[in-house]
């Protein structure tokens, strides 16, 4: 069966520090990872995935993610933090495996970033 | 191209109705999946549909269903509303088959379900 854990409800970052949003998966076969982030009111928006080849992944909005097989994470990063970053955000899994297999959700954690 | 579109934005309901959520995937997508939000639950998978056949289900209660028609567009049903069902709902669609590009699922911007 496919997981995805979010370990930190919150995270808070000062503005212009780099921040990392952790996440940690589990599926029987090889993962596609996805992070989503979501605003106020509003559904989710597509951020980054790593398919396959480079373990670093580049996305919108200046984050990039480092996926790490050994260690079945996926987390997310960003070198210099904005306080229009803050919101709450969401990694995703899917097992590669199967084309019936679901997009699975971690928990969320609430991003913020203080002035 | 359009994105997802979720329609109504917001409703109201009263124990022990029905409703219906509508979502109308971006064009050319086949798969739509459905998303039940809450503050304490996170976001909970309810189904997907795929050229019109349910391919996956979460675990919800039977009072919850959906469907799909040819034109890809998907409705949810949610029978005998309990105040627990109160949550944003969600709707996600995707090309829907394995492929390194076509993965990620798109969201709309949800139906929020208020039932008193």
């Known amino acids: 069966a496919q997981s995805v854990a979010q370990p930190e409800d919150q995270v808070n970052v000062a503005e212009g520090n780099p921040l990392t949003v952790k996440c940690t998966y589990s599926v029987s076969g090889n993962p596609y990872l996805f992070w989503y982030v979501q605003y106020p009111n509003r559904g989710l928006q597509f951020l980054l995935k790593?398919?396959?080849?480079?373990?670093l992944v580049k996305g919108s909005y200046g984050f990039e993610a480092e996926f790490n097989k050994s260690q079945t994470s996926f987390h997310l990063k960003k070198p210099s933090a904005l306080v229009s970053d803050s919101a709450l955000y969401f990694c995703?899994?899917?097992?590669?495996?199967?084309?019936?297999?679901?997009?699975?959700f971690g928990s969320g954690t609430r991003l913020s970033i203080r002035p | 191209k359009a994105g997802v579109t979720q329609t109504p934005r917001y409703l109201i309901k009263t124990r022990g109705q029905q409703v219906t959520l509508s979502c109308s995937p971006i064009?050319?997508?086949?798969?739509v999946s459905w998303y039940q939000q809450t503050p304490g639950q996170g976001l909970q998978f309810l189904f997907e549909?795929?050229?019109?056949?349910?391919?996956n289900k979460g675990n919800f209660p039977g009072r919850f269903s959906g469907r799909q028609f040819s034109n890809s567009r998907s409705e949810m049903n949610v029978s005998t509303l309990e105040l627990g069902d109160s949550a944003l709902y969600l709707c996600?669609?995707?090309?829907?088959?394995?492929?390194?590009?076509?993965?990620?699922?798109?969201f709309g911007q949800g139906t929020r379900l208020t039932v008193v």
């Open positions: 996600a669609s995707s090309l829907g088959h394995t492929g390194g590009a076509d993965t990620e699922a798109f």
């Open positions: 790593y398919i396959t080849g480079d373990n």
């Open positions: 995703a899994v899917r097992d590669r495996s199967s084309s019936a297999s679901k997009i699975i």
């Open positions: 064009s050319g997508h086949r798969s």
């Open positions: 549909y795929f050229s019109e056949t349910q391919r």
